[in-house]
Nanobody, 113 residues
């Protein structure tokens, strides 16, 4: 079983920035891909950004140019700039190991003035 722990969420004003972190209980180099998903109230969970073991990344169109996903030996990160109210959601860390998928418990991001 892989444990994923997110941190870094909170309340921020529109135009502000937050940095989310996700640490895993296994070596990052054993994980084929990791990503960030989000789920706003009353909506389906959606992909925000993803990074593969090879370093390839992809982003949802709604966050391109504002969010950046990165990775180091400890975990993955999501730098979120120019935040908008529509970015408000619970953000979940995700990991794919072979045919298995693991999720973190989520961290709330609220963008409001």
């Amino acid at each position: 079983q892989v444990q994923l722990v997110e941190s870094g969420g909170g309340l921020v004003q529109p135009g502000g920035s937050l940095r989310l972190s996700c640490t895993a209980s296994v070596s990052i180099f054993d994980i084929q891909a990791m990503g960030w998903y989000r789920q706003a109230s009353g909506k389906q969970r959606e992909l925000v950004a993803r990074i593969t073991l090879g370093g390839g990344t992809n982003y949802a169109d709604s966050v391109k140019g504002r969010f950046t996903i990165s990775r180091d030996n400890a975990g993955i990160y999501l730098q979120m700039n120019s935040l908008k109210p529509e970015d408000t959601a619970v953000y979940y860390c995700n990991a794919n190991i072979q045919l298995l998928t693991f999720w973190g418990q989520g961290t709330q991001v609220t963008v409001s003035s």
